[in-house]
């Protein structure tokens, strides 16, 4: 969720040291996907996170994904 405001990444992130690599954030076109799938987050009573796994766990054929953390609250966040 910390890349999906319209005005680009936070300090201290990776989008941030590198926006090259996630160009596609600087497109408002995207964010709007985004603020319907944090709609829908919030009205299940999850953060974007957990529904997006949720969602994501969801799909048949799916049976694990591949997550990256960089700080310890981020994997506690995952673990939940």
Same mark, same amino acid.
């Given at each position: 969720?910390?890349?999906? #405001?319209?005005? #680009? ?7 941030? /040291? ?31 996170? /957990? ?9 048949? #054929? ?9 700080? /310890? ?8």
């Amino acid at each position: 969720g910390k890349y999906t #405001g319209p005005d #680009g990444p936070p300090a201290g992130t990776r989008g941030a /040291e590198k926006p090259d690599w996630i160009p596609l954030l600087q497109d408002p076109s995207v964010h709007r996907p985004i603020q319907a799938l944090a709609a829908q987050a919030s009205a299940a009573g999850r953060s974007l996170l /957990e529904h997006t796994l949720r969602t994501t766990l969801g799909v048949p #054929g799916i049976v694990s994904v591949i997550l990256g953390v960089a700080r /310890e609250d981020q994997l506690r966040a995952l673990l939940r």
